[in-house]
Structures are given as C-alpha cells and as structure tokens.
C-alpha cells in the first residue's frame, strides 16, 4: 500500500483525519526483511507490529480502541529505526514500550511469558503452558503466540515446539526460521531458555 493509498484510507475510514492533526494512534508499515509489518503505537507504546494488511490492523485498532487513528511519524519512525536495527542484528531488546491491549485473557498472559524470553534463546509451547498452570494447553499456547499483536517486538517467534520443530507463527515458517537464524548469530545455535 503507497502512502497515498494509506493517507485515502485514514481519510474514509477516520472521518476526523488531517493531515497535521497528530492522531491518538500513530499508524504506518515497516518494510522488513521478513515483509511488510502494519504499526500502531498509542501513548502507551506499540499496539500492534503485524504481518498483517492495513486494512485488517486499522479495523482491529479501530474497533478495541475506537480513537483517532492516522500517520505521525515522530511516534512511527522510532519504532521503524528500531526495527532497522533490530534487523542489521545492531538491536537485541527493544526499548519502545509495549500496549498490550489487543491481547487479553489467555493470549495475554501467553504473550507475556514470551516477552520475557531472551534475545538468541528459545523455550517450548510446554515450557509457556506449564508456567501458566496449564501444562496440556500446548495447542492453546500456540494459538494465543500465533496471535500475538505485536509480533518481533515481543518475541512469539522465540517460543517453539521443540529442539528442531520450529512450529507455528503469524508471518510463517520462513519468518520464523528468519529471525531464530538471525537471533543465534555468527555461532549458528541458539540457546535454550532455563525458565
């Protein structure tokens, strides 16, 4: 979607929308090289990083906060330079606070646990479900990470099924397998988390 086709968007679907009116949340998209993440940042922090289209995004933010959403890149670009680095492997934690509002009950709690999972490290389904109280709710773990909304920036990816499975996730396979490979580093392995 060109800036163009966004700027339309915001203007039919947020009727209050000009251009130099900062909006309650900032939205945008991140070329990476695992895709294009659709962005919402609140005055909380990040609501959402997704592989998802702008149009799926918008109508969630839209309809969970039901505030004035449109373009601000001073609350945007940060995160994007983040991601920049994050990326060219300059960037191991995320400093951009999180607003986990999409995210509630289980899911919540879910992505939570991953968030705590260190840059290069790995921990299983089984590993989340039984921290959570949980430990036959492999399948529920793996649906609540899968829709994690706010994806790279707490790392669903770096909760696997096991050892050499690297199970599901929200931009794919090879999005997954991307950012494992990028997070292990020069050394090729990474570690498996102890908690």
Known sequence: MSTGDLEALLRVTAPGYVGESPPQVAFGTADTPVGRLTLGVTT??????????EHTVFARLNQAIGTFIGPDPRRIDPLRRELEAYFAGRLRAFSTPVDLRLA????RTAVQMAAA????????YRDIAARMGRPQALRAVANALTSNPVCVIVPCHRVVEGPDTPGSYAGGADAKHYLLTLERGPAGEAGRSQG
């Open 44 to 53: 909380r922090g990040v609501v959402a990083c997704s592989y998802e289209d």
């Open 104 to 107: 509630s009950g289980f899911t």
């Open 117 to 124: 999972v260190p840059y290069g490290k790995t921990t299983t």
